[in-house]
């Protein structure tokens, strides 16, 4: 913000002002301890008051932009709609962004393909199941198709959850797809007319930095109320 040269040459200038100041300081309180001359009394005073007040002016040159530099670092939050306008949600943070992945039916994907991160969204309308068919059933339904397109899977019990108020159910699953380790984060939420499945996935090496930014990011869906966009937006 008020950076006219360079941080670290900045930052020399004002080590180099506060030496100075320093060593003017010592030999005037010592030249005015032996002269107890009020003169350079004032003078010590002077460039002590002077040195902290180049400390304080120093702070706000070298940090003022510094919620600038480390607020980008985090910049989550930005909202994306599915492409059909019934849900959204918000990225984890600031590197995810729409990407184009090979998932049928899908009405929303992002990620990060850099990080292997990546989550998908699919609705499907409550009206093409039976009667009574939950949200477990749909989650159950789902879980074993995808398990069957794994290789050596392995599934966690689901469990009944919540997503913004709405019943859903999540699962862990993790196998080989074409001879690579992928980690499933599964979520299945009821809506007002549809179930949506929200699958997010990254690889085995990832899991420990990815899955608490899909579980972030499966987080804030939330289903929009009414007539929405037709189209995705961001």
Same mark, same amino acid.
């Given at each position: 913000m008020f950076n006219l040269i360079p941080e670290n040459q900045m930052l020399a200038l004002g080590w180099a002002g506060l030496l100075m100041l320093a060593i003017v300081f010592v030999l005037g309180a010592m030249h005015a301890v032996q002269t107890r001359s009020y003169f350079w009394i004032s003078i010590s005073s002077?460039?002590? $008051?002077?040195? *902290?007040a180049l400390l304080v002016f120093a702070g706000i040159i070298l940090y003022a932009d510094l919620p600038d530099r480390y607020?980008?670092?985090d910049r989550s939050g930005s909202t994306f709609l599915t492409e059909d306008g019934l849900a959204a949600l918000s990225s984890p943070s600031h590197d995810w962004d $729409?990407?184009? *992945?090979?998932?049928?039916?899908?009405?929303l994907t992002l990620g990060n393909v850099a990080a292997q991160e990546y989550l998908a969204v699919i609705a499907q309308p409550k009206s093409d199941f039976a009667?009574?068919?939950?949200?477990r059933n749909y989650a159950a339904a789902v879980e074993q198709k995808l398990a069957g397109a794994l290789d050596d899977s392995k599934a966690t019990p689901l469990a &009944?959850? &919540?997503i913004n108020g709405l019943s859903a159910i999540r699962s862990e699953l993790s196998g080989?797809?074409?001879?690579a380790e992928a980690e499933y984060l599964n979520t299945y939420i009821e809506g007002r007319d549809h179930f949506y499945q929200i699958r997010?996935?990254?690889?085995s090496?990832?899991?420990g930095v990815a899955f608490p930014k899909l579980k972030k990011a499966t987080a804030t869906f939330y289903e929009l109320a009414g007539e929405a966009p037709a189209k995705s937006a961001k």
């Open positions: 002077s460039v002590a $008051m002077a040195g *902290l607020v980008a670092e $729409m990407v184009d *992945l090979p998932v049928p039916d899908a009405s009667d009574g068919f939950t949200v &009944q959850t &919540q080989k797809f074409d001879s997010s996935w990254t690889t090496s990832k899991r």
